[in-house]
């Protein structure tokens, strides 16, 4: 049996409610970060967050089947819960919720949250049924947990507008709060699914994160889409990208486009390198 300083993994949602409901009872506030485990620094830094925002800090670790397409990698996306115990505990985190499939979805669930328009461009566009079953997991999750707060990285920065627009909508009463994106030295945003890349790749796949801040920075200074657009895709393209789904600058709220810089924007950009689709957005 792994040795915890604090850490308690929890299965089911009556004990993680039954162990909540005590701080809550003493009006004690708890933060909470929802992952899909297979943990890293940028994880890590949401727990930290987390940490200065409430008097607790609890995480669920559960990659939800719900999120994935039929050709996407739910089988094989990574997973080390005794690792992510570890590094939540070190981090300060004191429940850690991982249930099962069983337990999230027992008798199949029906009921789905869906988000629509900004749940349907940019990635809910290449991955329909993705936002929905997000937005899905997420209200389950917070309804479970009743957290003060949750916090969620700004790397998913669509996933982050859609869970705060499915929180005013639904009047959930949480507060949802956005992390800066952890990135590697060479800027390179983490992801899990980085372990994907192939040493070649791995050099490649920091001219994603180069070429949008160079985006935001030639359009601060005047130039606009579609020019603008069309040479930062031949960029990655010609780094060794396969595919640019979209590279767009957006509304930092709404996601809608943008021809001006006279309010807050946004560049997203989802591309193909090797097996991984990689995504990465900065602020205009
Ligand atoms: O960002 C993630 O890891 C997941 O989409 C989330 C928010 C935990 C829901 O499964």
Redesign the pocket.
């Known amino acids: 049996m792994a040795e915890y300083k604090r850490l308690r993994i929890v299965r089911t949602i009556a004990e993680f409610r039954q162990l909540l409901k005590e701080w809550r009872r003493k009006d004690e506030t708890i933060g909470f970060v929802?992952?899909?485990g297979y943990l890293h620094e940028g994880h890590l830094s949401l727990i930290h967050q987390a940490n200065e925002l409430a008097d607790h800090t609890v995480a669920?670790v559960?990659v939800?089947p719900r999120?994935f397409g039929p050709n996407e990698d739910y089988a094989v996306y990574p997973r080390n819960e005794e690792r992510d115990a570890h590094l939540l505990d070190d981090a300060g985190c004191e429940i850690l919720f991982a249930p099962t499939v069983d337990e999230m979805y027992p008798d199949g669930g029906v009921t789905k949250v869906s988000v629509p328009e900004i749940g349907d461009i940019l990635v809910g566009h290449y991955r329909p049924g993705f936002f929905t079953g997000?937005a899905t997991?997420?209200t389950k999750l917070l309804l479970q947990s009743l957290p003060d707060v949750a916090v969620?990285?700004e790397k998913?920065y669509q996933?982050l507008m859609v869970i705060k627009r499915m929180v005013k909508d639904l009047d959930i009463p949480v507060r949802i709060e956005g992390a800066p994106t952890g990135r590697e030295e060479d800027g390179l945003a983490m992801s899990s699914r980085n372990t994907y890349l192939t040493p070649e790749e791995r050099k490649v796949a920091p001219v994603l994160h180069q070429t949008i801040a160079q985006v935001a920075e030639k359009f601060r200074a005047g130039e606009r889409p579609p020019e603008l657009i069309q040479w930062a895709k031949n960029q990655l393209l010609d780094a060794g990208f396969d595919k640019v789904d979209y590279l767009e600058i957006r509304d930092a709220e709404d996601l809608a486009p943008v021809y001006d810089a006279n309010r807050p924007a946004r560049v997203l950009v989802a591309a193909w390198l090797g097996k991984p689709r990689l995504i990465d957005n900065v602020p205009v």
């Open positions: 929802p992952t899909m669920s559960f939800n999120q997000v997991v997420v969620f990285g998913d996933q």
